[in-house]
């Protein structure tokens, strides 16, 4: 019974040290945790005033069918980018898939607006250059709220700024082209959050809504750098024990 005591006063403690290192490990990946939830606040009140009803009253005029082409159509425009950050990431098949959707969709799909691509079996990819960064090893830095753009870190503010450098309808000119780049933003920024209205009600019903984006953030892109693989698990190889191993239940 007193060693069971005993086992039981290390396990405690050691919960207690691992929490305390979580808090530490958190503040130290949110340095700028102040301004960060100025900015969240900026953000909840022009989502609120502004964002969320042009998003439900878009989702109230258009059918699932419109929606859908209107994202095609989006998603397609971004697929140079994604091509080239797969090659940069040493990803010839993923890279191919890429070249062969954004072919297939631009003609057969009539501009994006459908996805045959799919309906042939090429499979889609997401990739960007802070997962190209993460891909070689850079780390993600402090956490960040971005005004209007919401969650991010120093990696993906800088690979934002690669992103939209590299992008064509970015770097090259043509007649309408500042036109076009804003209305690809304002409907970008729509249909997203249109999308994502349910998720977005389901964080706000969160205890700490601001905790959960961060975290969510973070690992959804630590998620998205191993391409959806799961992390190593450093205990894998521990065997498992019973509590009988250890101690007799007669003894208790």
Known sequence: MMTRFLLGCVCFCLAGCAS?????????????????????????????????????GYRAVTNKPIRNGVSNFLNNLGQPVVFLNSALQGKPEAAADT???????????????FDPATAF?????D??????????GVQPGPFLMLPLAGPSN????????VDAALDPLNSNDF????????????????????RLD????????????YIALRRNYGQSRAAAI?????AEDPFADLPDFDDGDFFDDADW
């Open 175 to 194: 007649e309408g082209d500042t036109e076009f780049r804003i209305s690809r933003g304002a409907l970008g920024a729509v249909s997203a959050r249109e």
């Open 99 to 113: 070249f062969g959707r954004f072919v297939i969709n631009s003609t057969i799909g009539v501009a994006g607006l």
């Open 198 to 209: 349910e998720s977005i009600e389901l964080l706000r019903e969160q205890p700490e809504p």
């Open 127 to 136: 990739e960007d250059f802070g997962q190209t960064l993460g891909h070689w």
């Open 20 to 56: 305390s290192g979580s808090y530490r490990a958190e503040r130290a990946e949110d340095p700028y945790e102040g301004w960060n939830r100025g900015v969240y606040a900026f953000n909840e009140g022009v989502d609120a005033a502004i964002l969320s009803p042009v998003a439900r």
């Open 226 to 230: 191993r391409d959806g693989q799961e």
């Open 154 to 161: 120093v990696r993906d503010l800088v690979g934002f700024g």
């Open 121 to 125: 079996g090429i499979e889609e990819h």
